[in-house]
């Protein structure tokens, strides 16, 4: 059963290394010493050799995401969903050129350097507050580019109803968001969990606020908050 979902009260106010030398230059390299793969000298770049890069410097594995148990409440790792959509950034605001990528995981945002602060922020299109706080998130990803945001719209244009694919295609012309936009699944749906009144109704648009340090839950919206970006960046 999908949770009720309505607009709240609150709501409404190396150089390859290549071929340096190949070897094979028999009597035609001047006496010049054979060099191997990855290996540089000034005659080849200008530069002395020893500005080669070293494999010290060579970045690191990224993190393997935090361990369980996971949980969606303020305090709890959120599990590492798997979702599908566009990966919008301020340097590619047109989903119709870029691919559906089904690769989009929580992981890519954990222990992100570009991350300062997250937001996870769930809509639908039918939901009025939902288009206006597209116009806001925009603004606010354009001035802090360490405010990571990802959107996923959970329903389409009518309540009740799973938003599909070609929902989410609107959802993105209709925007051109600068942060990805996913589509809502069975696993984000149990996001909702916990949260909203004693009849299950959800205030939309429904956000959690997120560490991307250590992936937990430190805080939740329900509704649009007009100051969001100061609400999940003190």
């Given amino acids: 059963m999908r949770a009720m979902i309505v607009l709240s009260l609150a709501s409404l106010m190396a150089c390859s290394g ?24 000034k005659d080849d770049m200008g530069v002395a050799a020893d500005l080669a890069p070293s494999p010290d410097l060579a970045p690191p594995p990224p993190a393997a995401y935090p361990k369980g148990p996971y949980g969606n409440l303020k305090g709890k790792t959120l599990p590492n969903l798997a ?10 605001t047109d989903s119709t050129k870029l691919t559906w990528d089904k690769t989009i995981r929580l992981s890519d945002y954990y222990n992100n350097p570009k991350c300062a602060c997250m937001i996870i922020t769930i809509g639908a299109t039918w939901c009025g507050n939902c288009q206006v706080e597209q116009g806001d998130l925009i603004n606010d990803v354009q001035q802090d ?11 389409g244009t009518q309540q009740q109803t799973p938003a599909i694919k070609t929902d989410v295609d609107d959802w993105t012309t209709m ?52 100051n969001i970006h100061t609400t999940a960046c003190p």
């Fill in 175 to 226: 925007f051109n968001q600068n942060f990805t936009v996913a589509l809502g699944t069975d696993q984000t749906q149990s996001l909702f969990n916990g949260y909203g009144d004693a009849n299950g109704i959800i205030g939309l648009p429904f956000t959690l606020i997120v560490d991307p340090k250590t992936m937990k839950v430190t805080g939740n919206v329900q509704g649009y908050d007009p």
């Fill in 145 to 155: 580019p360490n405010f990571c945001v990802l959107g996923i719209l959970d329903e």
């Fill in 18 to 41: 290549g071929n340096g030398g190949n070897g094979n230059n028999g009597g035609g390299n001047n006496g010049s010493p054979q060099r191997g793969p990855g290996e540089f000298s």
């Fill in 83 to 92: 979702l599908a959509g566009y990966r919008l950034t301020p340097a590619q």
